[in-house]
């Protein structure tokens, strides 16, 4: 059965964006969302700006706040984030966040299912503009267009997918919670050395005198669409090595490029700039290429890999970190001045002990992640059969 297809414009009773006016941070008042406070966990109101009552009646934000019922959809940046507004609460949007109003006849959450669908993704993505900052302006999305079934047929559909979607949060907090458990066991054997008093009386060493290090840093190299798959700081996170951006080098360029090193499976990964301070073991492949901004670091024997990824993660060394680092706009550190760092070195059988741990965790992990696979692909199997009528 196929479904009537309507323009987003003729099914919502307000289509806007936020303010195109962001009024100073003073640390409490009105809350003020921009993307980076939409997630899959909801909206950050906690952590966003927050603008004084004066500001938020001054620029008029209030006629076109988001109330309850409102689909946000992130228009600037990353595209695609939607978030249906449940709370009854006073809080203003920038620009980057269109508002979406549904009439009566079009129920809130069937919308916002509808915005994370790819195929409207893939529209929205169609008239994206912009270089630098990706975006796809107000009127491209208001001529968007959506499959409209009866209203009942819509709840349904929505009750489908809102169950199919919390088995992929819920796995996906499950991991979450697993990071927040190694760093809990972290803490528990090592945080004694990383305060001011124990750091001081602690026995310590220069990472310079304890690890063995490839540095990677210097020119882009050249890339292709296949080959050798690239990882630069863009891929490395806190605690892990993200799959996107994937990039790649040609297979023939490989060996003249690792000239400084190969680097291995379990090495540490520390981003020296844009972003600093990141750091990550590098996992298993077959080869791969170290790019940009980035270290590779080996311990010699006195301290596990592990240990000295959350070592170098710890907020008492990334303080360390910072202090020594340099620039303005992008903060980065020197080699040297990295390799004057002290580390704590406690017992090897404690660090053992944390990475045998850690080796449990990543597994369990894996198996949460190739779940979470297998979630997506049947939420998105559903979901292009819902909105071609076939559910």
Sequence with gaps: MSLQQVELSDVCTLLTDGTHYTPPNIGEGIPFLTVKDVSDKGLDFEGCSKISIEEYTKADLGNSAPKVGDVLFSKDGTVGKVHVVSESKD???????????????????????????????????????????????????????????????????????????????????????????????????????????????????????????????????????SGIPLVTAKNVKKGFVSEEPREFIPAENYLDWMTRGLPKEGDVLFTTEAPLGNAALLGCYDKVV??????????????????????????????????????????????????EIELPVPDIKLQEKFSKAYKKSVQSKHKLQEAIIESDNMFNSLSQKAFAGEL
């Design 91 to 225: 809080f203003a949007v920038l620009s980057s966040l269109a508002i979406l109003r549904p009439f009566d006849g079009l129920d809130s959450n069937y919308l916002a299912h509808v915005m994370r669908n790819p195929i409207t993704l893939r529209q929205a993505n169609k008239n994206k503009t912009g270089s630098a900052l990706r975006r796809i302006i107000l009127s491209d999305i208001k001529k968007l267009k959506i499959p409209l079934p009866p209203l009942e047929e819509q709840k349904r559909i929505a009750a489908i997918l809102d169950k199919a979607d919390s088995v992929r949060l819920k796995r996906q907090q499950a991991i979450d919670l697993a990071d927040n458990f190694l760093r809990s066991v972290f803490l528990d054997m090592f945080g004694e050395h990383f305060t001011t008093e124990g750091y001081a009386i602690s026995h310590k060493k220069k990472i310079k005198e304890l690890v063995d290090y490839i540095d990677y840093r210097g020119k882009t190299p050249k890339k292709s669409d």
């Design 290 to 339: 170290v790019g940009q901004r980035l270290i590779a670091l080996t311990a010699k024997g006195e301290l596990t890999q592990e240990y000295l990824l959350y070592c170098l993660l710890n907020p008492f060394i990334q303080d360390e970190i910072y202090k020594r680092s340099s620039g303005s706009t992008v903060k980065g550190i020197r080699t040297k001045e990295l390799y």
